[in-house]
């Protein structure tokens, strides 16, 4: 069985690599994959992956250490080889559907920034910014886990070199500065590498990626054929006292975890030197590739193990207390078959995979936050290009803030890793419902089944890996749950920070998301509080145990055994307050946080909105006298025709008034006088038509609609402004000629046909003023 495993294994292999050599090769006789001097010029990502290499990358930032560590162990302890072989393959149905959701969203949008572009742009900018903090948090724990795993590669081949000059104990991980140095060194070279060049590094990755797949592979098939028996059966192949269907069942939601980084070229698509549609076959290649190599490992891990233990189980369980390549059990395998030479070959696999994935998750990393800046959610310098056209100053930020992790110890890292596998089931949910509802649009039927076949996935996955439950149980440590909430809780920050800084209002605009984060939050935080609980308790039943079964401390016994029993529950009592108040502050804190934020946008809002009513009004107001234009007469006519239709309105007048003399001030003072004379003329009809609208419909034309009180005296208001304009004709003051006519209720339907009533008026009072400076 293992001859043909290994046919096909090498078929595979070199279809792998010829066929997108062939591809590549193709794209460039296209001419596609050359650009134009103009092209080259701009602030833009340039083409230099080819399909082998975005292969590479995807494959090589999708397995790390973890690979020999994880699937190797935890993996097998849970659900023994067979069901982890089948759990595997399960999750890895479920990932080329959100590879194909990927493809679909590659190709509509080819824009850096993965799932973040995709979101902001269907989903609107919070979806956006929650997309991107948690495609950060899973690169950067990714990437810090594999960066403080090269003093562990150091601890396991090299023994204690790097052991040296320890600083403190933090989570039961000693820390040495040795191997903090140890590991900042390769976050440094990491970024070096990944800032001042791409072509070499993707070719580079691809020969790392080929090195660990052609020797894992090469280990395993010798395995294979020596194996007692010559065959896939390894005794148990199964773990004891364990659900068949729950042992899949973990195997499979915890494939996120798995399979997170296949997706990470999505943030480098602008640098495809290949057409768009093949990356779905790039992304199925990868995750198929991936789930080979780590059945690979699955078996090769129980194929050989110690003789001084009875069964591989035995084995697995006293790992703890194992020290070398005994601790691995993929290495003591390899050594087991091939001697030291198999040692050396997953050696050099294992350092390989750091590599990638240190690097891959470096590319990944540095183009998402080349995206956001672009957006200018964050300073716009991490956007900038240098002359390699590769967002330098996000490298540099990422290195930098990495430089403390090796500082904190690997128990930490283990737990931020674990909120990874959360943080992967939301991205592909948003990615699922990006396609889906862009596919709606679409009318593409295909597309929307798919986006809404991710969508389910990914909500059940999330609900086993959340939530209580006989199948997955506690696939997720109580500290990830604790950690995730702390993350949440420090975006609730930095989404405060953005919105203080967002002049464009792009976001704050789906209180729906966050309301559901805070619940998100508020329901992981009582979890993480009820596991903290039964924790202690255990602990403190196993202690009364011991106390009273006489396997304590002779300490314990001279407090007699009520005072020991009063203590003991004092302790769980004491533990409940405190994990009480921590989920109580943090929820408190995060409410502040997201209120805070939404009262600094109903502010922009307001002021915003109030920006608007006052530009409004200027479009409705005479810039020369102040009053109302003749736009706002025209709004002003439909609401009184309105008001007619509706029966609400049945007396008013109108007023018209032309100001006599401007012709004669304009051509003997100049306009500047003449636009004195209007004011004037408009300041006369404001203060004898006060309690009614004035609008300036004309040069020297001017409207009032009298209602109410001016209504009642319009009469002796209309003797009046005769009386001034005639007065005023005898000492060169302003002559306003006006014409007066009331609403007739059952003969005007409108406003206006008593304005022109009002009009003909006008202009008989005109002539009879018309030897006023005319």
Not at 49 to 56: E, V
Not at 114 to 125: D, E, I, T, W
Not at 177 to 190: D, K, M, Q, R, V
Not at 330 to 349: D, I, R
Request: net charge positive; hydrophobic share 50%.
């Amino acid at each position: 069985m293992a001859l043909p495993a290994l046919v096909v294994w090498v078929v595979w292999i070199f279809f792998l690599v010829r066929s997108q050599k062939v591809e590549y090769n193709d794209y460039r006789k296209r001419g596609a994959f050359l650009e134009d001097k103009e092209t080259a010029n701009q602030n833009k990502l340039l083409m230099y992956l080819s399909p082998r290499t975005a292969w590479a990358l995807s494959l090589g930032t999708t397995i790390g250490w973890g690979a020999f560590v994880v699937t190797g162990t935890v993996y097998l302890l849970h659900a023994g080889p067979i069901w982890s072989v089948v759990g595997l393959v399960v999750g890895a149905l479920v990932m080329l559907v959100i590879a194909r959701n990927y493809h679909y969203m590659m190709n509509c949008f080819p824009r850096a920034g993965g799932v973040y572009c995709y979101a902001k742009n269907l989903l609107g900018y919070d979806y956006g910014f929650l997309s991107a903090w948690f495609l950060s948090l899973a690169y950067v724990a990714i990437f810090w886990a594999n960066a403080t795993s090269i003093p562990l590669f150091a601890r396991y081949f090299l023994g204690n070199i790097f052991c040296v000059g320890r600083l403190y104990t933090i989570f039961g991980y000693e820390v040495y500065l040795g191997e903090a140095l140890l590991s900042a060194g390769a976050i440094i070279l990491t970024g070096i590498m990944c800032g001042k060049s791409k072509r070499r590094v993707s070719q580079f990755v691809f020969f790392l990626v080929l090195l660990f797949t052609v020797t894992i592979s090469f280990c395993f098939f010798y395995a294979m054929f020596h194996h007692s028996g010559t065959s896939f059966v390894f005794s148990p192949t199964n773990v004891p006292d364990t659900n068949t269907f729950s042992s899949i069942c973990f195997i499979a939601v915890v494939s996120p975890w798995a399979f997170i980084g296949f997706e990470s070229i999505s943030h480098s698509v602008e640098g495809f030197s290949f057409l768009h549609r093949k990356s779905f076959r790039v992304l199925t290649c990868a995750v198929l590739t991936a789930t080979v190599l780590y059945v690979f490992v699955i078996l090769l891990s129980v194929s050989a193990y110690p003789p001084e233990y009875d069964s591989w189980i035995s084995y697995l369980k006293d790992l703890g207390n194992l020290q070398g390549i005994k601790s691995l059990p993929p290495f003591y395998a390899a050594n087991y078959y091939l001697g030291s030479a198999g040692t050396v070959m997953l050696m050099l696999a294992l350092l390989a995979l750091i590599i990638t994935s240190l690097i891959g998750n470096m590319v990944a990393l540095s183009r998402l936050l080349y995206a956001v800046a672009k957006d200018d959610v964050i300073p716009v310098r991490y956007a900038q290009l240098n002359k390699a056209h590769i967002p330098e100053n996000a490298v540099r930020v990422v290195t930098i803030i990495s430089l403390f992790i090796p500082f904190v110890g690997r128990a930490a890292i283990g737990w931020i890793v674990d909120v990874t596998t959360i943080g992967a089931v939301i991205i592909y949910g948003f990615l699922s419902w990006s396609v889906w509802k862009f596919a709606r649009s679409e009318g593409k039927k295909l597309e929307m089944f798919f986006g809404m076949v991710g969508i389910i996935l990914m909500f059940l996955f999330g609900f086993f890996l959340i939530a209580p439950n006989p199948l997955t149980k506690n696939a997720i440590s109580s500290e990830a749950h604790l950690l995730f909430t702390v993350w949440a809780i420090l975006g609730f920050v930095v989404f405060h920070h953005i919105i203080k800084r967002d002049r464009t209002g792009k976001f704050g605009n789906s209180v729906t998301v966050w309301v559901a984060l805070i619940t998100f939050v508020l329901i992981l935080s009582l979890i993480w509080m009820n596991r903290s609980d039964q924790k202690v308790v255990a602990e403190v039943t196993q202690r009364i145990y011991l106390f009273f079964n006489g396997m304590e401390n002779s300490e314990a016994y001279t407090k007699g055994n009520e005072e020991y029993l009063r203590l003991a529950m004092n302790s769980i009592h004491a533990a409940n307050v405190k994990n009480s108040f921590i989920v109580i502050a943090l929820f408190i804190l995060s409410i502040t946080m997201l209120v805070s934020s939404f009262m600094i946008q109903k502010k922009r809002e307001e002021s915003h909105a109030k920006e608007l009513g006052k530009a409004h009004n200027m479009a409705k107001t005479d810039s020369m006298t102040g009053v109302k234009n003749k736009h706002a007469f025209t709004e002003y006519e439909a609401h009184i025709n309105s008001r007619l239709s509706s029966g609400e309105l049945d007396k008013f007048a109108v007023v018209v008034c032309d100001v006599n003399g401007l012709k004669w001030v304009n051509d003997n003072k100049g306009h500047k006088a003449g636009d004195e004379y209007i004011k004037a003329a408009c300041r006369m009809i404001c203060v004898l038509f006060k309690h009614s609208p004035v609008f300036r419909i004309g040069g020297d034309e001017f409207v009032a609609v009298l209602t109410s009180g001016d209504y009642d005296i319009r009469e002796s208001l209309m003797a009046e402004l005769n009386r001034q304009s005639e007065s005023n004709s005898n000492t060169g003051g302003v002559i306003v000629a006006a014409g007066m006519a009331e609403y007739i209720l059952g003969k005007d339907l409108s406003i206006a046909t008593v304005f022109e009533r009002a009009d003909t008026r006008m202009y008989v009072r005109k002539k009879e003023l018309k030897g006023a400076r005319e």
